[in-house]
């Protein structure tokens, strides 16, 4: 399959998510989204579950690209940004038929492997991200001494939260934003240190 074609299909995956949804989407409606036949998905993907996943995967690079290397002068600014990244993607307010399509397909995650394997990963990568700023920022003395591993398990948690109140109440990541930079301040940096609190 030529890279035109892989990206064709990956367009066609997201606005099919966004017209039907997780749970009423077919692949004659990821065709039709595309110039491709049925047939032709079938060609290239056995099940629709094979074309979600590849979906993922892909959604999986453009994540990781975007929040890799967060920007700040130190590590408490580096990891507010990337909480910022990772709240508030490019386009955020256009994707709530989207994020909500997201949202029920981790809701299958209890009985498929094969996406909890790709949902998995995602909160792997914050995991990892977090913990090594938080690290850094204990070497550097700017965090207290605590354990790096808490700290980035509670921040996949704030994610997974703050992604389920948006889609489901529509609560600002505003919120999480300010209650996060509140956290830092009180609970990560050492007496007399600052973020930016944007």
Same mark, same amino acid.
């Given at each position: 399959?030529?890279?035109?074609? *892989? ?47 590849? &979906? ?6 453009? &994540? ?17 940004? /990337?909480?910022?990244?990772?709240? *508030? ?8 038929? &989207? ?59 704030? /994610? ?39």
């Amino acid at each position: 399959m030529t890279d035109d074609t *892989t990206d064709e299909l990956i367009e066609a995956t997201y606005a099919a998510l966004c017209r039907h949804g997780y749970a009423d989407l077919t692949m004659q409606d990821i065709a039709d989204e595309s110039t491709k036949s049925k047939a032709a998905l079938h060609y290239h993907y056995d099940t629709k579950q094979d074309l979600l996943l590849a &979906f993922l995967a892909a959604l999986y690079e453009d &994540f990781t690209e975007r929040l890799r290397n967060p920007k700040g002068d130190d590590p408490a600014e580096r990891l507010v940004a /990337f909480v910022d990244s990772a709240l *508030t993607p490019p386009d955020r307010d256009d994707q709530r038929a &989207f994020q909500t399509a997201i949202l029920a397909i981790k809701a299958q995650v209890p009985y498929d492997d094969a996406f909890g394997e790709r949902i998995g990963e995602f909160d792997a990568f914050v995991h990892d991200q977090c913990r090594s700023i938080v690290a850094e920022g204990i070497e550097q003395g700017v965090f207290h001494d605590v354990d790096p591993d808490t700290v980035a398990t509670f921040l996949v948690t704030l /994610f997974n939260g703050a992604h389920v109140r948006w889609v489901t109440e529509g609560q600002s990541a505003a919120v999480t934003r300010a209650l996060f930079v509140e956290y830092v301040r009180s609970r990560l940096l050492v007496d007399g240190s600052e973020v930016a609190a944007g």
